[in-house]
């Protein structure tokens, strides 16, 4: 076991995370694998910020909706984007996590590309039947007629060290077991960009959640125009006989 622990946190210290001597977990930055041309430094709210941004300016169907946003969102995600597009594009909705993610599904449905917020990821249980019974099961009761394809629901996740029960939690594996839709979770701000901006434009709904630790204390050189990163395809970052991440 001592073997291997230490292999691990060898593989660890190569990999996107740091573990210091206090046993604290820091980020490291990295450069995209594939030249993606001009670049500048983003935090991850940045970059989740700029594809979001990319996405309103390049199609005008596009929406971007959720509680609170549009002053910004309580992370500043969504933050001068509502001066940019205007409330009929950036709007705050009621507070009701199925509302959201209801009205995210209809819109869908109906052509618009629909990015919605749920302002922490352990207020999504209200959406499960929705994401799960609706979302996820539109294209095959239909028989391939209607789908909400264009929707892809954010999600702040996971521990800050002061959230308490209602602020901490991390659903993903939850949805991971759900046939119809697509779970991400990027790990990084050039990650972040690359895979929402994949997510908003691929033809399945998907639940993109947002490790919120890492909103402002990981920043890296992300690049500043479009890009994708591809979906459902796994990226070995270290291989070793006891340990591949």
Do not use: W
């Amino acid at each position: 076991m001592d073997v291997l622990l230490r292999r691990t946190l060898i593989a660890l210290r190569k990999s996107h995370f740091r573990i210091n001597a206090r046993r604290s977990v820091s980020y490291v930055a990295e450069s995209l694998r594939e030249d993606h041309g001009e670049t500048r430094k983003m935090t991850l709210v940045e970059s989740l910020r700029d594809a979001m941004d990319i996405t309103l300016s390049k199609d005008s169907t596009s929406i971007v909706f959720g509680e609170d946003i549009a002053f910004g969102g309580v992370f500043r995600c969504t933050d001068g984007l509502l001066e940019k597009y205007g409330s009929h594009r950036v709007f705050n909705s009621p507070l009701c996590e199925q509302g959201i993610v209801g009205f995210g599904i209809g819109a869908a449905t109906a052509g618009v590309v629909s990015v919605a917020e749920i302002q922490f990821a352990d207020y999504i249980y209200p959406a499960f039947d929705q994401v799960v019974n609706e979302a996820g099961k539109y294209r095959y009761r239909s028989g391939g007629l209607f789908n909400c394809g264009p929707l892809t629901i954010r999600a702040p996740c996971g521990a800050v060290g002061h959230g308490a029960l209602y602020h901490s939690q991390s659903p993903e594996a939850f949805f991971a077991h759900i046939p119809g839709i697509k779970v991400v979770i990027p790990r990084g701000p050039a990650q972040a960009k690359g895979l929402l901006l994949a997510s908003i434009q691929d033809n399945n709904p998907v639940v993109f959640f947002e490790p919120k630790i890492l909103y402002r204390s990981a920043a890296e050189e992300v690049p500043v125009g479009e890009y994708t990163l591809p979906l459902s395809k796994a990226e070995t970052r270290y291989t070793q006989l006891l340990c591949t991440l």
